[in-house]
């Protein structure tokens, strides 16, 4: 089988293998192989559900049978010599994490020394109980080592998260159990809790972006809101790539505004160049939070379907329209049951279900759930889904006012809970469109997703709930901790409980 490998934008290779593996590390170990990579990589091949534009590949059956377009993103994110290393893979794309947080977490492997320690005393614990009291040194080894582990994959970790990785320590060392303690791991909870303080610290001095950024506030002066990830990035704000400077960087940025002001902009071009630009662009929306309307006009090329989709791949490692659907497709026959034995006491949702019933396409199954999920969470969609007719004073009047939102234009004077005949899908921020022409109210929900993520936008308050059973439940990013109100309804999606 013959493969068509994408390096980077200079760098396109063939390679020859016998046939498919099973995996996708499997693949990965080959191309590494054959292409003398190293270092963590995410392939991506061309979806021919999406226009054969690429996406992540996380399942082997996803490949096509014929003629495979791979490209292949290198992105390391080390810090085992305690100092950031931020150097670019050969894709061309900033590095970062490229990982989300494992579940189980793996604990690292010690130097030689205290994994010859750790052996003999767990061997001693099997025989007869014995438990090992570590030095100093050797503690203050193991927390270094599991902490820079940790900071692979987050650098503010969660409690739970903390927990999680103290019980994996002694669940692989159990010599490492505290003598009288229940779960054995309660204290290596809070040494882990601190080590990471300090690591932050640490790296806060170097100028890590993403912790220099919170900084703390001199006596007298205004403490700011802490900025840092709160919905699963794990390339929050990234560091430049190695090499680079903001002068640098903003030199590219200004020759992608350029390409894009073409009649026939470079498309391949504009994707790398957003791949280089990613940690300038961060840097300005995270620290200056600047309107929309600003970064529309420095970063022109983010606000198309692609780049959206692309940026939220950098900053969550997934891939966005395939998140979104297939997890709202997932759970959709279940969440419409639920509509269903609610119906009677909510009309709104009984209007979509009524709707639903003269036109039951899959598309429509999609609409509604989504429509239907404000009412479900007991929220009011009022100022979020507005519906318009195709005139521009009707549209300027539905958008006015609305802070986040997805406008439907429709070809009806009064468009049904469900509207049959739409003509636009747009997305509102800040009281104006910014995307339109989207091509159904599900790719305007994902995209809005991939919109709010990009800009680091809130989600509206007075749906928190909704976006947050879009984000935690449906896309399943970030799940591992839910509100009551989000965890309630995942249980009854998973429990077939009513």
Same mark, same amino acid.
């Given at each position: 089988?013959? @493969?068509?490998?994408?390096?980077?934008?200079?760098?396109?290779?063939?390679?020859?293998?016998?046939?498919?593996?099973?995996?996708?590390?499997?693949?990965?170990?080959?191309?590494?192989?054959?292409?003398?990579?190293?270092?963590? =990589?995410?392939?991506?091949?061309?979806?021919?559900?999406?226009?054969?534009?690429?996406?992540?590949?996380?399942?082997?059956?996803?490949?096509?049978?014929?003629?495979?377009?791979?490209?292949?993103?290198?992105?390391? $994110?080390?810090?085992? #010599?305690?100092?950031?290393?931020?150097?670019?893979?050969?894709?061309?794309?900033?590095?970062?994490?490229?990982?989300?947080?494992?579940?189980? &977490?793996?604990?690292?492997?010690?130097? $030689?020394?205290?994994?010859?320690?750790?052996?003999?005393?767990?061997?001693?614990?099997?025989?007869?109980?014995?438990?090992?009291?570590? *030095?100093?040194?050797?503690? *203050?080894?193991?927390?270094?080592?599991?902490?820079?582990?940790? $900071?692979?994959?987050?650098?503010?970790? #969660?409690?739970?998260? +903390?927990?999680?990785?103290?019980?994996?320590?002694?669940e692989k060392h159990p010599c490492l159990k505290e003598p009288g303690s229940t779960q054995g791991?309660?204290?290596?909870?809070?040494?882990?809790?601190?080590? =990471?303080?300090? /690591?932050?610290?640490?790296?806060?001095?170097?100028?890590?972006?993403?912790?220099?950024?919170?900084?703390?506030?001199?006596?007298?002066?205004?403490?700011?809101?802490?900025?840092?990830?709160?919905?699963?990035?794990?390339?929050?704000?990234?560091?430049?790539?190695?090499?680079?400077?903001?002068?640098?960087?903003?030199? %590219?940025?200004? #020759?992608?505004?350029?390409?894009?002001?073409?009649?026939?902009?470079?498309?391949? @071009?504009?994707?790398?160049?957003?791949?280089?630009?990613?940690?300038?662009?961060?840097?300005?929306?995270?620290?200056?939070?600047?309107?929309?309307? %600003?970064?529309?006009?420095?970063?022109?090329?983010?606000?198309?379907?692609?780049?959206?989709?692309?940026?939220?791949?950098?900053?969550?490692?997934?891939?966005?329209?395939?998140?979104?659907?297939?997890?709202?497709?997932?759970?959709?026959?279940?969440?419409?049951?639920?509509?269903?034995?609610?119906?009677?006491?909510?009309?709104?949702?009984?209007?979509?279900? %009524?709707?639903?019933?003269?036109?039951?396409?899959?598309?429509?199954?999609?609409?509604?759930? @989504?429509?239907?999920?404000?009412?479900?969470?007991?929220?009011?969609?009022?100022?979020?889904?507005? &519906?318009?007719?195709? *005139?521009?004073?009707?549209?300027?009047?539905?958008?006015?006012?609305?802070?986040?939102? +997805?406008?439907?234009?429709?070809?009806?004077? %009064?468009?049904?809970?469900?509207?049959?005949?739409?003509?636009?899908?747009?997305?509102?921020?800040?009281?104006?469109?910014?995307?339109?022409?989207?091509?159904?109210?599900?790719?305007?929900?994902?995209? /809005?997703?991939?919109?709010?993520?990009?800009?680091?936008?809130?989600?509206?308050?007075?749906?928190?709930?909704?976006?947050? +059973?879009?984000q935690k439940v449906i896309m399943d990013i970030g799940g591992g901790t839910c509100s009551a109100?989000?965890?309630?309804?995942?249980?009854?999606?998973?429990?077939? *409980?009513?």
């Amino acid at each position: 089988m013959l @493969l068509h490998v994408i390096l980077a934008d200079d760098n396109i290779q063939r390679v020859r293998i016998e046939s498919l593996p099973e995996t996708v590390d499997e693949l990965k170990t080959i191309l590494k192989n054959h292409l003398t990579l190293e270092g963590e =990589m995410v392939i991506q091949f061309q979806d021919p559900e999406f226009n054969n534009e690429f996406c992540n590949l996380t399942d082997i059956s996803e490949l096509p049978r014929e003629r495979l377009k791979l490209k292949i993103i290198m992105s390391d $994110y080390t810090l085992d #010599t305690g100092s950031l290393d931020t150097s670019s893979g050969s894709s061309g794309e900033t590095s970062g994490r490229s990982k989300h947080w494992p579940d189980p &977490f793996t604990i690292p492997s010690f130097s $030689y020394d205290i994994e010859l320690k750790l052996r003999r005393r767990n061997e001693a614990y099997e025989k007869d109980g014995s438990l090992f009291a570590p *030095t100093n040194d050797v503690k *203050t080894d193991i927390l270094d080592k599991v902490g820079r582990a940790m $900071y692979d994959f987050n650098a503010y970790p #969660t409690p739970k998260q +903390v927990q999680d990785v103290a019980k994996a320590l002694v669940e692989k060392h159990p010599c490492l159990k505290e003598p009288g303690s229940t779960q054995g791991w309660y204290c290596w909870k809070f040494s882990l809790s601190f080590k =990471m303080g300090n /690591l932050r610290q640490k790296y806060r001095i170097a100028g890590c972006p993403e912790l220099t950024i919170n900084r703390k506030r001199s006596a007298g002066q205004e403490t700011r809101k802490m900025k840092k990830a709160k919905r699963a990035e794990i390339n929050f704000l990234p560091d430049f790539p190695q090499g680079r400077t903001p002068n640098s960087l903003e030199e %590219e940025r200004i #020759t992608l505004q350029d390409e894009v002001k073409k009649k026939k902009p470079d498309c391949n @071009l504009i994707d790398s160049l957003m791949g280089r630009s990613f940690a300038l662009r961060r840097q300005e929306i995270v620290e200056k939070e600047p309107l929309v309307a %600003e970064v529309e006009s420095r970063w022109p090329a983010l606000f198309s379907e692609r780049q959206i989709a692309a940026e939220f791949t950098r900053l969550v490692a997934a891939d966005l329209p395939k998140s979104f659907l297939s997890g709202l497709d997932r759970h959709l026959p279940r969440l419409l049951e639920l509509y269903k034995a609610r119906e009677r006491r909510d009309t709104k949702i009984h209007s979509l279900l %009524e709707s639903l019933d003269s036109e039951n396409s899959n598309q429509n199954r999609r609409s509604a759930a @989504l429509l239907g999920l404000p009412y479900f969470m007991k929220e009011d969609p009022s100022n979020f889904i507005k &519906f318009c007719e195709a *005139t521009d004073s009707e549209e300027a009047a539905a958008v006015n006012g609305v802070d986040v939102g +997805v406008l439907i234009v429709t070809e009806e004077r %009064e468009p049904a809970a469900l509207p049959r005949n739409i003509a636009d899908v747009a997305v509102i921020l800040e009281g104006r469109i910014v995307l339109r022409k989207l091509r159904d109210l599900p790719t305007g929900f994902a995209v /809005l997703m991939g919109i709010l993520y990009s800009l680091n936008i809130d989600y509206p308050k007075g749906l928190k709930y909704t976006f947050e +059973v879009i984000q935690k439940v449906i896309m399943d990013i970030g799940g591992g901790t839910c509100s009551a109100r989000a965890h309630g309804l995942r249980n009854k999606l998973l429990q077939g *409980t009513i």
